[in-house]
C-alpha cells in the first residue's frame, strides 16, 4: 500500500491529487522552483523538496531530481499529474527502478504511444481507423497539419493551405516541438475543416479489465489547445459512441496498457480517424468525473497499488458537465499570455475536488497575490459546472465566470462567456474551427453603465475614502477632472459622496445596480452584474517622456520571454507582416511582425537572450513611397 506519495509537478494538478490523497490517508509531498517557493500546492502538502536550479520549468523535467526528492523526503510513490514529465518513459523506468510506485501506465506503453507516428501504426494493426502520414517533403495536397511526433497540448502544430507556407509552417513547429519535448520531428497529415474532436477515457487495472468510461467533446480550441471541455458529447450518435468506445478499448489492449488514459480522435460524421493517446490523466478529467460519480485519481492509486477496479463495467453517466480553462492571455491580441500579479482570483460558490451533485467545480492552483510569470504555461485555473441538462450546466457556468473577481491580469474569461451563450455552442454544432468562424466571441462583455459616469463615481467613492485624486483642490466652487484611459474625462462636484470606498451604486435608467470596486494604485477593478470593467486613472501632472525620441520605430517585448531566432539584419528592408524574430514565453513560440514597411536599423538582442516586458527587441524606419501623377506614355 501507498503510504507517502509525491507529485511531479505543480500548480492545480499537485493540489488535485493531494485532495485524493488526504481523503484516503496518504501522506503527501510537493517539490517546487525557486518561482514557485510560496505557491499554493506547495502548502497544500505535508511535506515540500526544493528543486535546485535557476531555470525555474527546466527543474520539473530533471527527473534525476525528483526521484532523489522521492528518496529523500520519504515517499514510496510518485504521481506525474500531466505535463512535464507525465509521458516520459525513460521517468517511469527510473522511478520503477528506485523502488518507487509509478502511478500511471507501463514504460512500454508510454513509450508505444509517445511517438505519434509509429503509434498509428501499432492501433492501425488492431484494427483502428487511422489518418494518412506524410513526409513534409512528400505533401501533395492541401490543407495538411503539421504535427510534432513528440508530445501534444498543441505544441508543434501548425495548419498549412498552400505550398507558399509549408516550409515556414514546418520549421515553425520544428523548433517549437524541439524546445518544448526535446525533439523536433514533425510530420504531416491531412487536415480535416469541419472535424470534432472527441476523446474517450479509459481505466484498466492489471488483471485484464479495461473500461471506457465515456467520451468528452472537446472541439473548441485556440492555437489546438481545448477551451472548453463537456461529456458527454452532444452530437455522437450511439451507434458511433460504441464504436468509438471499442476502438479505444483496442488501441490500449494493443499496447498493455494499465492505469488512466485516453484515446482522442477526430469524427466526421459517422468516421472517425485516432489522433494519439494520451499515457495520463488529462487537464479536463472533471467533467468526466462528475458525469460518472468517479475519482479518477483513486482509481489510479488503486490500480498502482496492484487492486482490480471495483467495477466489472462502466458507470452510467448521470447529467452534463462542462468544463472551461481559465487563461491569462488576450483573446483580442492573438491570445497573447498575460504575466503579473494576480491581485485577486475569487470564483463564489464553488467546491473543489469532485462534485458529488449538480453544482460549480474549481480546480486551481493561484490565489489572491499569484505572480503569474513566463515559466509555465498561462493556464490560471479550470471551471466546471455540471447539472441535469447540458443548457443548464453552460448557463450556470457562465454565470459564475461573470460573477468571478479576477484582477491583475488579462484573461479569456469574456470570450468563454461568449461562447457558452452562444446558440450554435447551445446547438451542440461545435467543430474544431468554431473560433474561426465566430469572431464575436473576441468582442470584450460590455458593462451597461457609461463609463464616464462610472468613472465619476468612482472618483468620489476615492475622495469619499480618503484617497483623493491627483491635482484634488477642495474648493466647491471650482470643477474637479480626472482623466482616465481610454480618452474618459470626468468633471464633478467634490461634495457629492454617493459612494463607499468597495461599492458603487449606479441609477442605470431607473435601476439601481451595484458594483464591487477593488482599488490596486491608480487602477480600479470594477465587477458588476454584466461583467467587469478597469480603469485607469492617468496623473494629472505627468512627468516628461524623456525617452520618446529615442523609442520612435522601435517594436518593445510584450511579455518576459526569451528571444528565439532573429529572421533580420540590420539594414535589411521588411515589409509590413513580415517576421522578425520570435519570442518564446509560456511554454510557446510568439512572432514579432513589422507593423509597417521600412528598414531595420537595429536589433539590439540576441538568440537565447531574456528580456523584460517593454525591452526594445527591434527598430524599424518606416519608408513613405513616393508618388507621381506621371502622365502614361502615347
Not at 80 to 95: C, H, K, R
Request: glycine share 10%; aromatic share 6%.
Amino acid at each position: 500500500m501507498i503510504r507517502r506519495l509525491l507529485v511531479a509537478n505543480r500548480g492545480e494538478i499537485a493540489c488535485r491529487i493531494f485532495a485524493t490523497c488526504r481523503s484516503l490517508g496518504i501522506g503527501t509531498v510537493a517539490v517546487y522552483s525557486d518561482a514557485d517557493a510560496g505557491a499554493p500546492h506547495v502548502r497544500a502538502a505535508d511535506r515540500a523538496v526544493r528543486l535546485p536550479g535557476s531555470a525555474a520549468s527546466a527543474t520539473y523535467l530533471r527527473g534525476d531530481l525528483i526521484v532523489a526528492a522521492a528518496q529523500r523526503s520519504g515517499a514510496d510513490a510518485v504521481h506525474p499529474g500531466y505535463g512535464f514529465l507525465s509521458e516520459n518513459a525513460d521517468f517511469a523506468t527510473a522511478v520503477s527502478d528506485a523502488g518507487l510506485t509509478w502511478i500511471g501506465p507501463p514504460a512500454k506503453a508510454i513509450a508505444a504511444m509517445g511517438w505519434k507516428v509509429p503509434a498509428k501504426q501499432t492501433v492501425a494493426d488492431a484494427g483502428v481507423p487511422v489518418l494518412s502520414t506524410m513526409d513534409p517533403d512528400e505533401v501533395t495536397e492541401f490543407p495538411v497539419l503539421v504535427k510534432a511526433s513528440a508530445g501534444g497540448g498543441g505544441r508543434g502544430m501548425r495548419v498549412v493551405r498552400d505550398r507558399a507556407a509549408l516550409t515556414g509552417a514546418v520549421a515553425a513547429a520544428r523548433r517549437e516541438a524541439a524546445a518544448a519535448f526535446g525533439d523536433g520531428t514533425v510530420f504531416c497529415e491531412p487536415y480535416l475543416e469541419r472535424a470534432r474532436h472527441i476523446e474517450v477515457q479509459l481505466i484498466a487495472d492489471g488483471h485484464g479489465t479495461v473500461l471506457a468510461l465515456g467520451e468528452r467533446e472537446c472541439s473548441i480550441q485556440r492555437r489546438h489547445q481545448k477551451l472548453v471541455e463537456e461529456s458527454p458529447s452532444p452530437a455522437v450518435p450511439e451507434p458511433v459512441r460504441e464504436r468509438l468506445y471499442g476502438a479505444a478499448v483496442a488501441a490500449a489492449r494493443a499496447v498493455g496498457y494499465v492505469g488512466a488514459g485516453t484515446v482522442e480522435f477526430l469524427v466526421a460524421g459517422n468516421d472517425f480517424y485516432f489522433l494519439e493517446m494520451n499515457t495520463r490523466l488529462q487537464v479536463e478529467h472533471p467533467v468526466t468525473e462528475c458525469v460518472t460519480g468517479l475519482d479518477l485519481v483513486r482509481l489510479q492509486l488503486l490500480v498502482a497499488e496492484g487492486e482490480p477496479l471495483p467495477m466489472t463495467g462502466p458507470s452510467p453517466v448521470r447529467g452534463h458537465a462542462i468544463e472551461v480553462r481559465l487563461y491569462a492571455e488576450d483573446p483580442g491580441n492573438d491570445w497573447l499570455p498575460s504575466t503579473g500579479t494576480l491581485h485577486r482570483f475569487d470564483v463564489p460558490g464553488v467546491a473543489f475536488g469532485p462534485l458529488h451533485g449538480p453544482g460549480l467545480r474549481l480546480d486551481s492552483g493561484v490565489e489572491d497575490g499569484t505572480e503569474v510569470g513566463v515559466h509555465y504555461d498561462p493556464m490560471l485555473a479550470k471551471l466546471v459546472a455540471w447539472a441535469p441538462t447540458r443548457r443548464a450546466a453552460a448557463r450556470a457556468l457562465a454565470a459564475a465566470l461573470v460573477r468571478a473577481r479576477i484582477h491583475g491580469v488579462v484573461t479569456n474569461r469574456d470570450l468563454l462567456v461568449r461562447v457558452l451563450r452562444d446558440e450554435e455552442f447551445l446547438a451542440g454544432d461545435t467543430d474544431t474551427g468554431y473560433l474561426d468562424r465566430h469572431p464575436e466571441v473576441f468582442v470584450p462583455l460590455v458593462s451597461t453603465v457609461d463609463n464616464h459616469a462610472l468613472a465619476a463615481a468612482l472618483t468620489r467613492a476615492a475622495a469619499h475614502a480618503g484617497r483623493f485624486p491627483s491635482g484634488w483642490r477642495n474648493v466647491r466652487a471650482l470643477p474637479h477632472v480626472v482623466e482616465y484611459a481610454g480618452g474618459i474625462r470626468v468633471e464633478y462636484d467634490a461634495g457629492a459622496h454617493d459612494a463607499t470606498p468597495n461599492q458603487v451604486t449606479l441609477d442605470v435608467e431607473g435601476v439601481a445596480q451595484r458594483y464591487d470596486v477593488h482599488r490596486v494604485g491608480d487602477v480600479s477593478y470594477v465587477d458588476g452584474p454584466d461583467g467587469s470593467v478597469v480603469l485607469t486613472e492617468l496623473p494629472r501632472f505627468p512627468e516628461p517622456d524623456q525617452g520618446r525620441a529615442a523609442r520612435e520605430g522601435s517594436l518593445t517585448a510584450p511579455l518576459p520571454g526569451a528571444v528565439g531566432r532573429i529572421a533580420v539584419t540590420a539594414g535589411q528592408r521588411v515589409a509590413a507582416g513580415e517576421l522578425l524574430l520570435t519570442l518564446e514565453a509560456m511554454k510557446l513560440e510568439h512572432s514579432v511582425l513589422a507593423p509597417h514597411s521600412g528598414t531595420v536599423t537595429a536589433v539590439p538582442v540576441s538568440p537565447g537572450q531574456q528580456v523584460d516586458a517593454g525591452a526594445v527587441l527591434a527598430v524599424i524606419e518606416a519608408v513613405t513611397e513616393a508618388v507621381t501623377d506621371a502622365e502614361p506614355e502615347g
